[in-house]
Antibody, heavy 115, light 106 residues
Framework: EVQLVETGGGLIQPGGSLRVSCAAS????????MTWVRQAPGKGLEWVSA???????YYAESVKGRFTISRDNSKNTLYLEMNSLRVEDTAVYYC?????????WGKGTTVTVSS | DIQMTQSPSTLSASVGDRVTITCRAS??????LAWYQQKPGKAPKLLIY???SLENGVPSRFSGSASGTEFTLTIASLQPDDFATYYC?????????FGQGTKVEI
């Protein structure tokens, strides 16, 4: 069964750092474009970052320079390292995979940035 | 960045109605557009990709079409399970963007 499971969310103070993970099963994270999408409370979906099959990475302007996407092929896991966190980064973070469109989604992990 | 403008933001409908949601791109995205359905507290679910291709397992009452930079999601006969929020997403460039969402309510 194809599945994505996110972990690592939590409560963090502004300016802090956090790494969220996404473990894949049923397929390889190198075989799909893997992405992070977030959703602030009561708001719509926001694309955050993507890593292509060849390893190229891309970021939304709102997180560029603060967030880093990566993957560990041996663990079949996707990561999002988040630094200099802001209150406005508070959201449910979903990992997803596909070919531009996203046909596999995790259930999400909640990141709350608050003092 | 390519902006995706979705309309309406909210749509009131009844079971059996034909429903149409529109998404307009700020520049050409060819057919690189997807539609998703999201229910409260759940992850989005892919419905349509490449503007008009139906994802496996999605009921045939859902369809997508395109005309230039305007894209349409149609639900032929609204069912109780279809009350949800719908998003379009472009993947023409390296920086993907979503529309603001359309909530379909009773």
């Amino acid at each position: 069964e194809v599945q994505l499971v996110e972990t690592g969310g939590g409560l963090i103070q502004p300016g802090g750092s956090l790494r969220v993970s996404c473990a894949a099963s049923g397929f390889s994270v190198t075989s799909k474009y893997m992405t992070w999408v977030r959703q602030a409370p009561g708001k719509g979906l926001e694309w955050v970052s993507a890593i292509y099959t060849g390893g190229s990475t891309y970021y939304a302007e709102s997180v560029k320079g603060r967030f880093t996407i990566s993957r560990d092929n041996s663990k079949n896991t996707l990561y999002l390292e988040m630094n200099s966190l802001r209150v406005e980064d508070t959201a449910v973070y979903y990992c997803a995979g596909g070919e531009g469109y996203m046909d596999v989604w995790g259930k999400g992990t909640t990141v709350t940035v608050s003092s | 960045d390519i902006q995706m403008t979705q309309s309406p933001s909210t749509l009131s409908a009844s079971v059996g109605d034909r429903v149409t949601i529109t998404c307009r791109a700020s520049q050409s995205i060819s057919s690189w557009l997807a539609w998703y359905q999201q229910k409260p507290g759940k992850a989005p679910k892919l419905l349509i990709y490449k503007a008009s291709s139906l994802e496996n397992g999605v009921p045939s009452r859902f369809s997508g079409s395109a005309s230039g930079t305007e894209f349409t999601l149609t639900i032929a006969s609204l069912q109780p399970d279809d009350f949800a929020t719908y998003y379009c997403q472009q993947y023409n460039t390296y920086w993907w963007t979503f529309g603001q969402g359309t909530k379909v309510e009773i």
